[in-house]
């Protein structure tokens, strides 16, 4: 099934950009499109809205706010779960115990600072490219190029 999915580099790998798009291009995958986009706290809670009231919550927020995101949208067959498989397990040291490839296996760091996002069903992506990518055309952001 053709889908497109939405996926961003968080702050703390987006040096990682270059690899992340060899990555993809090698999966067969297509960058529809990219912005690089700095979330403030209130984007960000909005974004993650479905994690209010978790433990890790505050720690998230906090990260995601420290600099700027590199978001894109992916475009092929089954594009949620591969840019997913891709990505690998959220927790980076279980992706790197399964001798994973992914790229939380290989740039992320710990369970919060993991470094990539992806879309988790066809609801959530189409939801999470219209917030980083309006049909309006507006900018969705304070702050994205
Ligand atoms: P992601 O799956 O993209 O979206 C939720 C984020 O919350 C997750 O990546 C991590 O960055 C962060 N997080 C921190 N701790 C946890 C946890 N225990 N379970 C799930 N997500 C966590």
Redesign the pocket.
């Known amino acids: 099934k053709l889908e497109k999915t939405l996926g961003f580099i968080k702050p703390d790998v987006c040096d990682k950009l270059g690899d992340v798009v060899d990555a993809i291009a090698e999966r067969g995958l297509l960058i529809s499109k990219l912005r690089l986009c700095i979330m403030d706290q209130n984007s960000a809670s909005n974004f993650?809205a479905e994690?209010r009231g978790k433990s890790?919550m505050r720690?998230?927020l906090v990260?995601v706010t420290q600099g700027p995101v590199i978001a894109f949208e992916l475009v092929g067959e089954n594009a949620i779960s591969r840019w997913r498989e891709l990505i690998g397990p959220?927790d980076p040291s279980k992706a790197r115990a399964e001798a994973s490839t992914s790229l939380r296996a290989r740039f992320g760091t710990d369970?919060?600072?993991?470094g990539?996002?992806?879309s988790d069903s066809p609801a959530s992506a189409a939801r999470e490219v219209e917030f980083f990518f309006p049909s309006s055309g507006r900018n969705p952001l304070p702050n994205c190029v």
């Open positions: 993650y994690h890790f720690d998230l990260y959220t369970v919060t600072h993991n990539f996002h992806g």
